[in-house]
């Protein structure tokens, strides 16, 4: 079973930044696709952000330019550094992994962010 624990989500005014962290207990964890998703209330589940184990990335076109995903693989752990913050980003943020040749996918218990107009 593998944990991952976010932290970073808060209240934040429109333009502002915040920064999210996602811990992972997984082993071999520099392998793993890690990404971010969001839902928003009344809304699906959306991807934000991926890295692969190769550092690799991709965003969703919404927050392209403003958002960042990078990983620590030193300290098991990814990030989302997200600027120039827009109210419609308002969601609580899932960590996600997905295990290397595997199907198996874990999913941290989310952070909220809100952004004020």
């Known amino acids: 079973q593998v944990q991952l624990v976010e932290s970073g989500g808060g209240l934040v005014q429109a333009g502002g930044s915040l920064r999210l962290s996602c811990a992972s207990s997984?082993?071999?964890?520099?392998?793993?696709?890690m990404g971010w998703y969001r839902q928003a209330p009344g809304k699906q589940r959306e991807l934000v952000a991926t890295i692969t184990g190769g550092g690799s990335t991709n965003y969703a076109d919404s927050v392209k330019g403003r958002f960042t995903i990078s990983r620590d693989n030193a300290k098991n752990t990814v990030y989302l550094q997200m600027s120039s913050l827009k109210p419609e980003d308002t969601a609580v943020y899932y960590c996600?992994?997905?295990?290397?040749?595997?199907?198996?996918?874990?999913w941290g218990q989310g952070t909220q962010v809100t952004v004020s107009s």
């Open positions: 997984a082993n071999m964890f520099s392998i793993n696709t």
């Open positions: 996600n992994t997905k295990i290397a040749f595997t199907t198996q996918y874990y």
